[in-house]
């Protein structure tokens, strides 16, 4: 006679409370998340999208930024203490980097183009790491603009030099087998595609 079994539990809730609880099922999903955001690179259109997107709500940041200081300071034009302004507004756009690259990996428009910055190994950026990586991102604006006064050049020359060095830096997306641009490569940190 065959022995009665139990009924089957029709809770999926407490499954996947169980399964999360247990050591192997934790490793096994926290791998599957990992691999679900680690496929192949994304696109360097889609970098440079979220690169526009990050410009635009760079503004607001640096426009508060710029208002904060100059109430603060009683600053009455801009060429009243403008290397100080141009110092706090680097370190309160640092910060703002920084801190969404160290605590999810993703500012608002890496989200949004479902985009997150990780350590070339895979794991989330440290501190040092995250500033690392917000100085040599630097390198996409001031070679050109600092050849500017040291040649004496005029506005028309300049510019036309950033968007010559601009595209020349967006190219380093498409070489190597990592697809990411230089300052990543410098800063040991990588660009991974997440998945919806």
């Known amino acids: 006679m065959a022995e009665p079994r139990e009924p089957a539990n029709l809770n999926p809730e407490s499954d ?3 399964s999360v609880n247990s050591p192997a099922a934790g490793a096994a999903s926290a791998s599957a998340a990992s691999a679900a955001s680690t496929g192949k690179p994304p696109s360097v259109r889609r970098r440079l999208a979220a690169l526009l997107y990050e410009a635009l709500l760079l503004f607001g940041v640096v426009f508060v930024a710029g208002y904060l200081f100059s109430t603060l300071t009683q600053q009455r034009n801009g060429l009243t203490h403008h290397n100080l302004l141009a110092a706090w507004i680097g370190l309160v756009v640092g910060l703002y980097f920084v801190w969404f690259w160290t ?10 183009w479902r985009l997150r910055v990780v350590s070339a190994d895979g794991a989330p ?3 040092s790491r995250a500033i690392a990586r917000y100085v040599l991102a630097w390198l996409w604006f001031l070679p050109p603009l600092a050849l500017h006064p040291l040649l004496g050049l ?21 070489l190597g087998a990592s697809r990411q641009f230089l300052h990543d490569r410098l800063a040991g940190t990588r660009v991974i595609d997440v998945a919806r």
Do not use: C, D, E, N
């Open 154 to 174: 005029r506005l028309p020359q300049t510019l036309a030099l950033a968007g010559i060095w601009f595209v020349l830096w967006a190219a380093t997306g498409r």
């Open 103 to 112: 605590h999810s990996g993703q500012t608002l428009p890496m989200k949004t």
């Open 125 to 127: 950026l440290s501190a």
């Open 16 to 18: 996947s409370a169980a």
